[in-house]
């Protein structure tokens, strides 16, 4: 089946620091899915990407999708307390996205 | 719109027992997906089932079973319990397959 390396495990970083996240695939991609897991709780969706070269930006979030969509990546502008938590990306089958495989996972830290 | 509901949300059961977890999806959403979710493997995927049919069944032994009733609320089974079944068991309805709205998750632990 389909396998995404995410990297790093952790991160810390001081309040107002950029964090980025990054998810590798050795095979093509039909979509990437990225979560938030706040600590004692469920994962919620943020965003999907499906093209090539895709990038999308949620206030100080930005998502993108590689041009050979093998990898992606989640980058926090000026971290906040509130975005403690762990981030994942997930892929879908390319015959079902109800089957997610999930990356490791980024458990992010921010000291204010 | 009310969220994925999961039931219960705390079960204590003994290796060898089964047990039977509850989810009732997003009103209009049709498939529903199971996952565990521990320490050492991460989020794993179960099975999802779309219009009470199995769609999709991930890597887990056949101890793990599920079924979706026509309205679309689902359950999942675990028997013989092994002390290595103590996970997060995490609910996610979609309306398309596409985006996963989770519920709170059933924290299962066998002693």
């Known amino acids: 089946g389909q396998q995404v390396m995410q990297i790093p495990q952790y991160q810390h970083v001081q309040e107002g620091e950029d964090f980025t996240t990054y998810c590798n695939s050795s095979t093509t991609l039909s979509n990437i899915q990225w979560y938030k897991q706040r600590p004692g709780g469920h994962p919620v969706f943020l965003i999907q990407l499906v093209k090539s070269g895709e990038v999308k930006k949620q206030k100080r979030l930005t998502f993108q999708f590689g041009e050979a969509k093998k990898n992606s990546s989640l980058h926090i502008t000026a971290t906040q307390t509130t975005d403690v938590g762990t981030y994942f990306c997930a892929v879908g089958s390319g015959t079902s996205y109800g089957k997610l495989t999930f990356g490791q996972g980024t458990i992010l830290t921010v000291h204010p | 719109k009310a969220g994925v509901t999961q039931t219960p949300r705390y079960l204590i059961k003994t290796r060898g027992q089964q047990v039977t977890l509850s989810c009732s999806p997003i009103?209009?959403?049709?498939?529903v997906s199971w996952y565990q979710q521990t320490p050492g493997q991460g989020l794993q995927f179960l099975f999802e089932?779309?219009?009470?049919?199995?769609?999709n069944k991930g890597n887990f032994p056949g101890r793990f079973s599920g079924r979706q009733f026509s309205n679309s609320r689902s359950e999942m089974n675990v028997s013989t319990l092994e002390l290595g079944d103590s996970a997060l068991y995490l609910c996610?309805?979609?309306?398309?397959?596409?985006?996963?709205?989770f519920g709170p998750g059933t924290r299962l632990t066998v002693t």
């Open positions: 009103s209009g959403h049709r498939s």
């Open positions: 089932y779309f219009s009470e049919t199995q769609r």
């Open positions: 996610a309805s979609s309306f398309t397959g596409a985006e996963q709205y």
